[in-house]
């Protein structure tokens, strides 16, 4: 059994619902004061464990027979995630909650009434979603999972001093990974560190455009991408048997196979986004009273069998 360690640096319970996928009805208790529409982009572990984060911190604070979320799975189809927002707005929803940067677009597509909450959007104001997040004037809020990239290479330079290049994959698609992407360019051009990129549109694209960057740089970097998160075991596969470390934006993808990331706690991320549904909905705070919140917690997380696997030393991030 895999063993992977986070050293924490700042540092489910279901409502009465189904999940249902695309634009099928979910069973969503009537007895709840609030229903909140939850759409998550796509499954896979970085949103599932926010989406379960939200749920426990609801059920932790007491309002689990209170706030019913109505949870739908937007399978990374931007169609059927309006058709899932065109949905929470025709139920009346009392507020939504979109997990990713496309699932907030939609959301702030289909209404400028409801209450939006966010989470897991890298750059809101590049989305077009809030013009100012530190003063929100219309009906959208929520937490940012924004990264500090140069943690990220500071801990690859820790690591791995000998790598001289790096080779990005993300999907020019998705704002959050761009944005993330433009920080890690600027970043490495400032300190006169080499860059190759590929480019992906899908989760199939995602092992080929691997396999293209083997031979052409020392290491990868891979954004807070949902389409590379998606297939990081496979990129994992790859990297490792060609003895490239993976140095990734999310605890989760480190899960996958990734070597290691000064990055988002998604767990306390849920949590903090819970905490925002909770006071608009049950305290009566407005969206204009919730500021855009970036993640207070971060973390080194590393994975002990990939670092064996490559001949990295890892141990000064292992608890005993």
Known sequence: MKKFVSLLLGLTMLTGLT????????????????TVGLLQMVEH????????????????????DVIALDYQNGQNDPSTMNTITQKFVANKDDAIVAIATVAAQSAAAA??????????????VAAELVTDPNAPDSNISGISDVIDVSAIFGLAEELTPEV??????????????????????AYLD???????????????????????????????????????????????EIANSNQIPVYVAADSMVNDGGLATVGVNYTQLGKQTADMLIRILIDGETIAENPVESMTEYSVTVNPDTAAAIGVDVSKYIAE
């Open 19 to 34: 999940a249902c996928s695309g634009g099928d009805d979910a069973v969503v208790s009537n007895d709840a004061e609030y």
């Open 45 to 64: 572990p970085s949103l599932d464990e926010i989406r379960t984060a939200i749920e426990d911190e609801i059920a932790a604070q007491g309002y689990a």
């Open 190 to 236: 400032a300190n006169n560190i080499h860059y190759e990129e590929a480019f992906v549109t899908n989760i199939g694209e995602v092992t080929t455009a691997a396999q293209s960057l083997i031979g052409k740089v020392d290491a990868f970097f891979l954004p807070i991408d949902n389409t590379v998160a998606s297939a990081m075991s496979n990129v994992a």
């Open 164 to 185: 001289a290049s790096y080779g990005f994959i993300y999907n020019m698609g998705e704002v959050n990974s761009v944005s993330v992407i433009n920080d890690a360019k």
């Open 111 to 124: 209404t400028t009434d409801i209450p939006i909450i966010f989470s897991a959007v890298t750059d809101p």
